[in-house]
Antibody
């Protein structure tokens, strides 16, 4: 069974960098899927942030593209999210998820439990 | 970006009722449309992919239909465990976008 688990600080100061790691078990990141980050701000819907392939190929949502970097570490079966210059608007539950196929256009079939990140001084 | 509009935003129904919710895309997405269930405090769960394909393990009371810009998720007989918010998501192009959700509650 594929399992994903987010980890990282729950509190980030405004203007600083948010970083989260997603650890994958039960499936090798090298096996050919894209891996994504999605967030849900309080009281709002879901927003796709971006996704990465095991070779490092990335796609980002234009809404955050200037501030976001997603990296992959196949040797540790992990991928990470880095979001700089955060504001209160970045407060959200951040989910990592697996794309079902090796195509960026598709659906997410396995999700982590989510990591709440608050941006506050 | 393709905007996804879900209706209604919430509904309150009785156990055993038939529930229908819609998702409208701002431009044609053909059949490139998925549905997820999100219970409070839990990760989203894929229910339906490519408009009408049920993810393995999803109860058969769930069904999806539609094409182009108009899509529907139906629960044939609502069960207590179906209390959740339901989101549609298109994958016609990037960025992937989700609808605002339909919250289903028990009357």
């Amino acid at each position: 069974q594929v399992q994903l688990q987010e980890s990282g600080p729950g509190l980030v100061k405004p203007s600083e960098t948010l970083s989260l790691t997603c650890s994958v078990s039960g499936y090798s990141i090298r096996s050919g899927s894209y891996w994504g980050w999605i967030r849900q701000s309080p009281g709002k819907g879901l927003e796709w942030i971006g996704s990465i392939y095991h070779n490092g190929n990335t796609y980002y949502n234009p809404s955050v593209q200037s501030r976001v970097t997603i990296l992959v570490d196949p040797s540790n079966n992990q991928f990470s999210l880095w979001l700089n210059s955060v504001t209160a608007a970045d407060t959200a539950v951040y989910y990592c998820a697996r794309h079902k196929t090796s195509m960026i256009l598709g659906y997410f079939d396995f999700w982590g439990q989510g990591s709440l990140v608050a941006v506050s001084s | 970006d393709i905007q996804m509009t879900q209706a209604p935003s919430s509904l309150s129904v009785s156990v055993g009722d038939r529930v229908t919710m819609t998702c409208q895309a701002s431009q044609a997405v053909f059949k490139n449309l998925n549905w997820y269930q999100k219970r409070p405090g839990m990760a989203p769960k894929l229910l339906v992919y490519e408009t009408s394909n049920l993810e393995p393990g999803v109860p058969s009371r769930f069904s999806g239909s539609g094409s182009g810009t108009h899509f529907t998720l139906t629960i044939s007989s609502l069960q207590p465990e179906d209390v959740a918010t339901y989101y549609c998501q298109h994958y016609e192009n990037l960025p992937l976008t989700f609808g605002g959700g339909t919250k289903v509650e028990i009357k």
